[in-house]
């Protein structure tokens, strides 16, 4: 009796273990999602030549203020083509998780640059934010700031 009093309750045991790992992983794959979605909305902005709108979407920590976000972004060739590929890696750190993709960039004089862009998802009620600036791109850029 006490034997299978011992199985049913390791059973119970490894069920609700599995079921924790399983709403993690969910949580972290809808994580993902979420931060996929913000940084193909920024990069639309940027195409699409809305500096306002992409540099209010701009993380704190990428070190430029509104004014030098918009020199940045409006700097160098137009980007005409982007591609958000897989996620590179899920970091935590002082300020937050960061979520790191690679993407693709074209510009409309044919360059183009693989880099890597970290979306920071932040709490409910509060706008994930893309970190962004001249120390992310391997192109070169005409921005003096």
Not at 42 to 58: F, G, I
Not at 70 to 90: A, N, P, Q, W
Not at 123 to 144: A, E, F, I, M, N
Request: hydrophobic residues 40%; charged residues 25%.
């Amino acid at each position: 009796m006490l034997a299978t009093l011992m199985i049913f309750f390791l059973i119970c045991v490894s069920i609700a273990v599995w079921h924790l790992a399983a709403n993690g992983q969910a949580a972290e794959r809808r994580e993902q999602v979420r931060a996929r979605a913000t940084l193909v909305t920024y990069l639309d902005l940027v195409r699409r030549r809305n500096w306002t709108k992409a540099c209010a979407m701009q993380d704190e920590d990428s070190g430029l203020d509104d004014a030098n976000c918009k020199k940045f972004l409006s700097s160098g060739s137009r980007l005409v083509i982007f591609d958000v590929g897989r996620v590179l890696r899920t970091g935590s750190g002082i300020d937050g998780t960061f979520i790191t993709f690679v993407v693709s960039l074209t510009y409309a004089d044919g360059s183009h640059e693989q880099i890597e862009m970290q979306v920071s998802p932040k709490v409910s009620g509060y706008p994930d934010t893309v970190l962004d600036g001249p120390s992310v791109h391997t192109r070169k850029r005409p921005y003096d700031g």
